[in-house]
Nanobody, 117 residues
């Protein structure tokens, strides 16, 4: 059974930082690209960042590029999202996501991130 468990969310002031770890199990972690997706109140899901299976290639949404960094540790089956210079518009529930087109789409339970003075 695929499991994705996010943690690390909380309340942070604008300009602050948070690190969100995601622990994965139930599949061959090192064989798959991984992503982070967020959903703000009253809005649809927004893709944030992805990392390829080996960790050598990353991609970011324009809204977070230069502020967020995605990384993975295939020995520990974890994928992390480091968030710096945070803004109020980063407030959302953040989800770890395993998606392969036409095959499967798994999400964690999400972790709440609130950016507020």
């Amino acid at each position: 059974e695929v499991q994705l468990v996010e943690s690390g969310g909380g309340l942070v002031q604008p300009g602050g930082s948070l690190r969100l770890p995601c622990a994965a199990s139930g599949f061959i972690f090192g064989s798959y690209d991984m992503s982070w997706v967020r959903q703000a109140p009253g809005k649809g899901p927004e893709w944030v960042s992805s990392i390829n299976s080996g960790g050598g290639s990353t991609a970011y949404a324009a809204s977070v590029k230069g502020r967020f960094t995605i990384s993975r540790d295939n020995a520990k089956n974890t994928v992390d999202l480091q968030m710096n210079s945070m803004k109020t518009e980063d407030t959302a529930v953040y989800y770890c996501n395993l998606w392969v087109a036409g095959l499967f789409d798994y999400w964690g339970q999400g972790t709440q991130v609130t950016v507020s003075p």
